[in-house]
């Protein structure tokens, strides 16, 4: 289907801002660093699901469905989209979160109490598998879920990156700049996905590059592959995507998924004393010290403009509050 008629909820603020970076860009010597702010999307505090979830929520309706259920880790920004849209459109969330009941409920998890959704802890068992067993229960109670797969990335969430990486080049050239790279955290891939194919179609030539915060490149590029291709048939795009089409640098993983080490701590510090910009420690906390190694090893010329797409994530921060601590 035309990419326009696809059936789409009204979520989020569009166009998110777009600006430079001067005083993070002159601290680090290298080239023009911007800022892509999906930050401020604008639902219960924003981030990159918002814009996946109007087209997850517009296929959900047009199914006729009344129960949003998706899985993710305790700290999900994912989940904690998902629930605030469900209450948005009127919709019940159930959220399966992986683990056991943290005592701590601050950050996502607050959240996802505030906005009404009903968490159910996985303790042993694996998440995936039993959102699948509660949906089972729920439809013999006569409930219609809609069953959201891992970060909202498959072809139909991530429709919504062709569409931004589109409303990022009419920015763009409003300023008269040309990015040369555009950096972001990947994880699930519809983000990068959606990018590389929203590049092809709009015919954007520069660098789309993933900052992997828990796959190895080998493990997330056959999804990235899958996802794109899923993307680009529902748009009626007619172009095959494969590996090489993908970029991701899986140099930065350091202790793990959701671990915050040094890395992480001190971009975040670093972004927020020379910009008042708040990221976050698990995805473009990781991302951005990443961007920030590659710019100390000379990986981008000084006359070059960078774009740090920015996916969200602050709430976090909340949840990692000790370990700032001087
Ligand atoms: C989910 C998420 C990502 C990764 O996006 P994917 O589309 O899953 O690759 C990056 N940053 C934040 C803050 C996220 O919540």
């Known amino acids: 289907m035309q990419i326009d008629k696809l059936p789409r909820y009204s979520l989020g603020f569009f166009p998110t801002p777009l600006h430079l970076l001067p005083n993070l860009t ?4 290298g080239p023009k660093l ?17 814009r996946k979830l109007e087209y997850l929520l517009g296929d959900a309706l047009e199914q006729n469905a009344n129960l949003l259920m998706t899985f993710g880790a305790p700290q999900s920004n994912h989940a904690r989209q998902t629930a605030a849209a469900a209450s948005r ?12 009941p943290v005592i701590d409920r601050t950050g996502n998890i607050l959240i996802d109490d505030l906005v009404g959704a009903e968490v159910r802890w996985a303790g042993e068992r694996d998440p995936q598998e039993l959102m699948h067993t509660i949906a089972e229960v729920m439809k013999t109670k006569g409930q219609r879920a809609y069953l959201i797969p891992y970060g909202g990335s498959n072809g ?5 990156y062709v569409i931004a ?9 409003a300023l008269g700049v040309n990015f040369d790279a555009i950096v972001f955290a990947t994880s699930s891939g519809g983000t990068q996905a959606g990018l590389v194919v929203g590049a092809r179609r709009a015919g954007y ?25 899923a993307v680009a048939s529902r ?21 793990g998924y959701g671990i915050m080490g040094a890395p992480e701590r001190d971009a975040i510090r670093r972004v927020a004393q020379s910009e008042g910009l708040l990221i976050d420690p698990v995805y473009t906390g990781r991302a951005m010290a990443g961007l920030n190694d590659l710019i100390h090893k000379n990986v981008f010329r000084p006359d070059q403009n960078v774009l740090f797409w920015h996916t969200g994530g602050t709430p976090a921060l909340f949840a990692y509050s000790k370990q700032f601590e001087h």
């Open 235 to 255: 748009i009626d795009l007619e172009v095959q995507f494969g590996e090489s089409d993908f970029e991701v640098n899986d140099q930065y993983l350091g202790e």
């Open 89 to 100: 459109a009127g919709l019940r969330s159930i959220l399966v979160l992986r683990g056991s």
């Open 34 to 50: 911007w800022v892509k702010r999906d930050d401020q999307t604008g639902l219960a505090f924003g981030g990159n699901k918002t």
């Open 156 to 160: 139909i969430g991530a429709v919504a």
């Open 26 to 29: 002159k601290r680090l010597g």
């Open 205 to 229: 030539a520069g660098r789309i590059l993933g900052i992997s915060v828990d796959h190895r490149s080998s493990d997330l590029v056959p999804k990235l592959v899958d996802i794109a291709n």
């Open 165 to 173: 990486i589109q409303e990022m080049l009419d920015q763009a050239k």
